[in-house]
C-alpha cells in the first residue's frame, strides 16, 4: 500500500478520524480533570507537609513518596484493576482518579514550593494584624503564591496529556486506544503511532505557545 492508502485506511475509511477526534477530546478530558483533582490533592498535601503536626506531616510524606516513588502506569493498573475493578464506573473517570493521585504529588511539591518562595515577613504581618495562622495562609500567602505557582501548574498539564497516553493500556478511549483500533484492522502500526505523535506535538506545541504568552504577560506585570 502507498502512504495515501495507509492514510486513507487510518483516517477516510468508515470515518476512523472521529475515533482519533474522539480520543483526542478524551485525552484533554482527563488531563484538564486530573489537574484539577491534583490541585485540590497538592494544596492540601502542601499544607500537611508545611504544619507543625507531625502525624499530618508523615501522612503528607508518605503519599508524595509512594507515588512519586512509583511507575504511573503500575499506579493506573492497581487503580483499574483491583480498587475499581469490582464497581461499574466509566473508564475515563478512573483515569481521571489515577492520574489526578499521581498529579497530586507532584502538584504538592509545585505548591509547598511556591508558598515557601514567599518571604516569611509577609506572614509575619499577616499576624501582626491580627490575623490567625490559617487566615493569614489563605488571605496574604496563598494569593502571592498562586502567581509563582501557576506556570509550573500549566507546564503539569501538559505532562499529563502526554502521560495520559498510558491509559489506552487499559481501555481504548483516547488518542493511544484510536490508533490501535485502528492496526487491528488495518495490521498497520506505522502510520497511525506516527500520527498521534504528530497530533501529540501540535497540541502540546499550541498549549506551549500559549503558556509562554501568558508567562510574558505575567513578567511584564511584575515590571510594573
Known sequence: MSILEKLYATFIFEERWRWFVSGLGYTLLISLFAVLLGLVIGILMALMRLSKNKILKAISGVYIDV???????????????IIFAPVAIPKWIVG???FGINSGAYIAEIVRGGILSINVGQTEAGRSLGLTQAQTMMSIVM?????????????EFIVLIKET???????NIDLVGAARKVQSLTYDFAVPLLSIAV????VIKILSLGLGRIEARMRKSDKR
Request: glycine content about 4%; overall charge positive; proline content about 7%.
Open 67 to 81: 507515588i512519586r516513588g512509583t511507575p504511573t502506569m503500575v499506579q493506573l493498573l492497581i487503580i483499574y484493576y
Open 96 to 98: 481521571v482518579i489515577a
Open 143 to 155: 494569593p502571592q503564591a498562586m502567581k509563582n505557582i501557576l506556570p509550573a501548574l500549566a507546564n
Open 165 to 171: 497516553a498510558v491509559i489506552g493500556m487499559v481501555s
Open 199 to 202: 497530533i501529540y506535538y501540535v
